[in-house]
């Protein structure tokens, strides 16, 4: 089986942005659900199932009709799961994206409407209502050939309302924190050592591999002082990997990824590194001797087990 070999040239350090290797503590997502109707289905909805007729009898007792679930037999409504995220200083009045599930055994929610959907955070509280008309594509071209769109899950644009704000006082704050989003010690301390140069003054301090404490200058506000700090340029250490695409063969690696000398019995297969050499001149010998794909990601798993090649191995 052929393998494909795609070397990328590698280099100790790489700048990036602090904003993309780092969260400030607090300025994050929050999760949200609800649970509603769609109406207005075109007998694609549930057919029979109870807490569909319970939930449709419960709203229409709001508008004074009584009507026991036994006796409703429409399957022009569907129940659902509405989920939405509440992105960090969202306000009231912003629109916010939805997805709509069905939780029944509804054909299809296209052409339905959604009722106004509650949509609650962990805490209980209500910060969203979701409401409006589902719209989806009628088919996609794949392979030349039509296929229909999944349509028991729908994300509706712009189909909740916020209600309720979460509220942080960032403004006011002396004191923040960086966490970032790999553990590693070094990039904490270069993170440390960025912005302190840069405001000339210790600012910052990595109290672990994760974790870098801000201390606001005086003549900054904090909005002022984060922006600062998020658009800095820091040395990020390079990490070592290796890439191996099961299906394809494609084995993807630093070009400076060594194999140390060693001796490799697999299978049919026997071969002895005498020195040093790279996964790049590995990889050819293997394919000279038509090894198969999953013969390269034993091979490279064992020797990576035994600390030959020093480099993480990511197999998808």
């Not at 009584?66 to 912003?94: C, Q, Y």
Request: hydrophobic letters at 45%.
């Amino acid at each position: 089986m052929r393998i494909l070999i795609l070397i990328f040239f590698a280099v100790i350090l790489n700048a990036q942005k602090i904003k993309d290797v780092a969260s400030v503590v607090g300025v994050r997502d929050n999760q949200l659900i609800g649970y509603g109707l769609v109406v207005g289905l075109n007998g694609s909805g549930d057919s029979s199932s109870k807490f569909t007729n319970q939930t449709l009898s419960n709203l229409l007792k709001n508008v004074n009709v009584k009507l026991d679930p036994k006796d409703i037999k429409s399957k022009n409504v569907a129940a659902v799961m509405v989920t939405a995220t509440l992105p960090p200083f969202a306000r009231e009045g912003d629109k916010i994206d939805v997805t709509v599930s069905s939780i029944g055994d509804a054909k299809s929610l296209q052409g339905g409407v959604l009722l106004i959907t509650p949509l609650k955070g962990v805490n209980g509280k209500i910060y969203a209502l979701a409401q409006g008309p589902i719209t989806m594509g009628g088919f996609n071209l794949k392979g030349g050939k039509k296929q229909k769109h999944f349509t028991t899950t729908v994300k509706v644009l712009n189909g909740a309302t916020v209600e309720r704000a979460v509220v942080w006082d960032i403004y006011h704050q002396n004191f923040a924190t960086l966490s970032l989003k790999k553990s590693d010690f070094k990039l904490a301390i270069n993170v440390q050592k960025t912005i302190n140069s840069f405001f000339k003054q210790k600012v910052a301090i990595a109290i672990d591999p994760r974790t870098v404490k801000l201390k606001k200058p005086e003549k900054l506000s904090m909005p002022e002082f984060l922006a600062q700090i998020e658009d800095l340029n820091v040395n990020v250490p390079k990490e070592a990997i290796i890439v191996i695409d099961e299906r394809t063969g494609t084995v993807v690696a630093g070009s400076d990824i060594m194999v140390e000398p060693t001796v490799i019995i697999y299978g049919d297969f026997t071969i002895k590194i005498t020195k040093k050499t790279t996964v790049l001149e590995l990889t050819q010998n293997l394919q000279k001797v038509k090894a198969s794909p999953q013969d390269v990601i034993a091979i490279l798993e064992n020797l990576r087990a035994s600390n030959a090649i020093n480099a993480k191995l990511i197999v998808n």
